[in-house]
């Protein structure tokens, strides 16, 4: 990836970038699955789990627990997930410092699109919460794509949508993705997105085959300015 290439689009994390959602994300999944026994570290699930959609974090449980689920169990506990999340999130989230200035200074100079592997309805009342609604010119989710990150499949969608929504001849190349888990940087990364990384849910060295890694929002704001 040639790093000093255009940036033509940046193209957004949801959860650990925008909001500070995954703690949120580890209380419904243990809420949902306490009584089928299941018991995970916030430890093991941010080494293990964090990337992941909600198909592929249940699967991955519950293999893991020596148990295989069926299609019509595997959509009740997503179901129940979004259900619990939702429940969790109606009087607001924690967002991170420099995300709405942030945000509003890349659409003013980009498009700017989102790429998360949570539901839609996860992440729908949470940008209206915010105010970010009408700002991301495309949305990418769960629903989208059939592997979650992190296969690329989310990210290439997410570049191709873009370059049909703003008429322009946009590549993978082209763009700039916001991310802060292994997995995810593997995604974007994977289909030949650049990556810029921030360490909100790992530490740098855990985060550092982005092709930057900052400590703050901030920093990529200032970051982003001088391109």
């Known amino acids: 990836m040639n790093e000093v290439s255009p940036i033509q689009a940046v193209i957004f994390d949801f959860d650990g970038v925008i909001a500070d959602t995954e703690p949120l994300h580890y209380a419904a999944f243990c809420k949902v699955t306490a009584p089928d026994g299941l018991d995970c570290s916030w430890e093991e699930y941010v080494r293990d789990y964090i990337g992941y959609d909600d198909r592929d974090l249940f699967r991955a449980a519950y293999r893991k627990s020596g148990r295989a689920l069926d299609e019509t169990e595997l959509r009740r506990l997503v179901q129940t997930k979004a259900t619990t999340f939702n429940a969790l999130t109606a009087d607001g989230v924690a967002t991170y410092a420099g995300i709405p200035d942030l945000v509003h200074k890349a659409a003013d100079r980009y498009p700017v699109g989102l790429c998360s592997g949570a539901l839609r309805s996860d992440i729908d009342p949470i940008l209206a919460q915010l105010n970010l609604t009408k700002v991301f010119q495309v949305v990418v989710t769960a629903e989208d794509v059939p592997e979650s990150k992190p296969d690329p499949a989310c990210y290439r969608l997410t570049v191709r949508r873009l370059a049909e929504r703003t008429g322009q001849s946009l590549t993978p190349a082209d763009c700039l ?35 930057r890694v900052f400590d703050s929002l901030h920093e990529v704001r200032h970051a982003l300015d001088e391109q």
């Open 177 to 211: 993705a916001i991310e802060d888990t292994p997995g995810g940087i593997r995604s974007a990364k994977g289909a030949g997105v650049r990556v810029w990384a921030v360490t909100h849910t790992h530490e740098a060295s855990d985060i550092d085959h982005a092709d």
